[in-house]
């Protein structure tokens, strides 16, 4: 949890676990050259709010500590949630904004083993998988819990025995909030029906679930790293590689795409579920949402992404010159010369030639139009644009951004895929006009 050196963030409520946190920590600091800087985040949501703030204000003033209350509004939560969940993400967002501003590499909560067996049942009967059966980290990123292998009971004896207050929270009683419900009701049940202590079990189970865990994000690291490919539409990974994987591994390894590119929020089983379905035959049509990001499955491409990718604008492709495309992430560039009786038509999908003085001007570069047309070089008829785009395996979210070379009205060349049939180099032809297509 610490190294030595940091200068640590210290969340104090007021209450018990806080108080003891904050008192441990301020007599190791010394030996481990710790700075602490207490932090009291003020709900605004009991009477009894401001008289806490003041508490902690005072206690920290006593041990010469500096003190930042940091007032949250705490907005209406969604009802498969209830208030307790966004008066967290209030408290935590609030928390690494003050972190951030005074330069602490650590925040501590007081968090103890009593909270992690709450936190364990409570997720248990709400049919959490294995990460959420995780429970509470003892450290994750910057968050570190200190306390969380000391009982309740070990707290209070540690303050009566220091001689320190607290305040109490009269929500904590309130047992219309199933944690309380938990708290008070059902642990103490439990302990009586099975003879021993409940929270010391939830507390093993919840440690061997974060060892399964952190053993799947190791592999699905590895598993992204090999079958990932970065692009302008996100992570793009072989579909049937992903498939392949333990259904359990194929969704860890989407989710840990999704971490990557900024979406780090807790998904819930129906995500999950979702997830394994785009892993299978058929794969739904229907993109699955994962916050502003989306993945979807196209032939043999999955993609882990934006929702709304940015849309290629037409321009005019100069003679000689070049044109960038950044929602296709790619250049086009022109050149104009003579024939060399040698010369030869490139025959690699990034080039094309076309006999300079039969090709209508101007060229323009633009995207598909819904239900056009394309004659390809070779063919017997125009085929629909969308069966050519399908028969080369553009993905469905590449197809409307794929830029297309158009003279004189009509679809010349599709760069990386199929030149048109227009304007062939022959042995008449005397200047060559060479389009490529590079990456931006």
Known sequence: MLRGGERVLVAVSGGPDSVALLDVLREV??????????AHVHHGLRPAADGDAAFVQSLSARWGLA???????????????????????ARQAALRARAHAVGAQRIATGHTADDQA??????????????????????????????????????LAHLAERGLDFVEDETNRDRRMLRNRLRHDALPALG???????????????????????DLERRAEDALDRLARPGPAGLVLDAGAVARLPEGLGVEVLLLAARRLGEPGPQRGAVHQALARALRDPAPRRPTRLGRLAVERSGARLRVGPRALPALLPAALPVPGRVALPAAAAVLQTRCFPRD??????????????????????????????????????????RRL?????????????????????????????????????????????????VTVSPL
């Open 29 to 38: 600091g010394p030996g481990l050259g710790l700075e602490l800087v207490v």
């Open 67 to 89: 003190c930042h209350v940091e007032r949250v509004t705490v907005r209406r939560a969604p009802p498969w949630e209830g208030p307790e969940a966004e008066a967290r993400r």
């Open 118 to 155: 709450e936190t364990v049942l409570m997720r248990l009967l709400q049919g959490a998988g294995p990460r959420g059966l995780g429970g509470i980290a003892p450290v994750r990123d910057v968050l570190i819990r200190p306390l969380i292998d000391l009982r309740r009971a070990e707290v």
């Open 192 to 214: 009586a029906l099975a003879g021993g202590d409940v929270a010391e079990s939830l507390c093993r189970a919840a440690a061997a679930c974060r060892a399964l865990v952190a």
């Open 341 to 382: 009786p040698d010369y030869a038509p490139p025959r690699h999908p990034g080039a094309a030639a076309f006999d300079a003085d039969r090709l209508a001007a101007p060229l323009v570069v633009r995207p598909r139009r819904a239900g056009e047309r394309f004659a390809p070089f070779g063919g017997a008829g125009r």
């Open 386 to 434: 969308k069966s050519v785009l399908i028969d080369a395996g553009v993905p469905r979210w590449d197809r409307p951004r794929l830029p297309l070379v158009e003279a004189g009205g009509e679809v010349v060349w599709i760069p990386g895929v199929r030149r048109g049939r227009a304007a062939p180099v022959t042995p008449e032809t005397r200047r060559i006009l060479e």
